[in-house]
């Protein structure tokens, strides 16, 4: 199992590293060089990614056939622009989708290996993986 993440505030990168530990790997940050921070940040990051558009990711590319363990916050029901483009480049197939969030379930689930959405105030490493 390889391990990416984004996050904004730190849950995804949370339970990342909660299963990086239990594989025994490095969990890999995806980033896109941009500020979400602040009110601002975060009106920016619902319009952008309402809108579904894709920012490049800065990341360790992965390597082998093993699949991957993506964690993320889902932003306006979808995924972060730099995830949708990380996605799109690696493939569905090859992703084991693990999307954090407030309440919302992701809607665009097809073409995963599996996804498992970790809801609420209170989320932990899924136990099956
Ligand atoms: C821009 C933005 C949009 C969000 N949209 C949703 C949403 O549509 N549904 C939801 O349940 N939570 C939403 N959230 C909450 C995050 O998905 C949730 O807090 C997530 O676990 C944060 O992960 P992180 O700490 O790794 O960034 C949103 C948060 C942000 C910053």
Redesign the pocket.
Known sequence: MQIY??????????IAGELAARHQVQAEEIKDGKD?QGIG???K??LV?VKKQSLPGIYKKPVGEAPIAL????????FPPAVRAFIKEVGREKIVCI??????KLKDRDGFIKVVD??GSE?AAPAEL
């Open positions: 993440y984004f996050t904004r505030s730190g849950r995804s990168k949370k979400w940040g975060y009106i990051a619902c990614a964690i993320f916050p889902i932003w306006a029901g979808t999307p954090t969030s407030g309440g919302s970790l809801v989320i």
